[in-house]
């Protein structure tokens, strides 16, 4: 499977925001079967460890685990979405750590939306790897 949807969309011609949009999806979807992972769990459970996980800090250790097997073109996608300007930044989060989840979740929009679900995947693994150790 490439894409839940079959769609002529070139992730190419998106804006940025519009990528971590699909971006943000794309990798709560991947820490919510992750954590399904660890067994049948309460929600409120699954949803507080899943939060703990997307929440911008996070997001950016989890750039950091892997910056260096980024392609050049991952890269570019990922600084892009780095420095979009944005409005508001939420209470818990710096700015810096904002702007690199919003470059972090434009990446994964941009492999998905290409269809490339399997760096999407081997990305994921990356950063949970040392989780699961």
Known sequence: MDKLLSSDLNPKELSSLTLAFVGDSVYDLLVREYLLTFGNNRVG?????????????????????????????????????RNVQVRSVPRNSTLRDYHTATGLEALFGYLYLSGNVPRVRELFQLIIAEKDE
Do not use: D, W
């Not at 929440?55 to 910056?67: F, P, R, V």
């Open 45 to 81: 459970e699954l949803n507080k460890s899943k939060v703990a996980m997307v929440c911008c800090s996070a997001q950016t250790k989890a750039l950091n685990k892997i910056l260096n097997h980024l392609t050049e073109e991952e890269e570019a996608v990922f600084r892009r979405g």
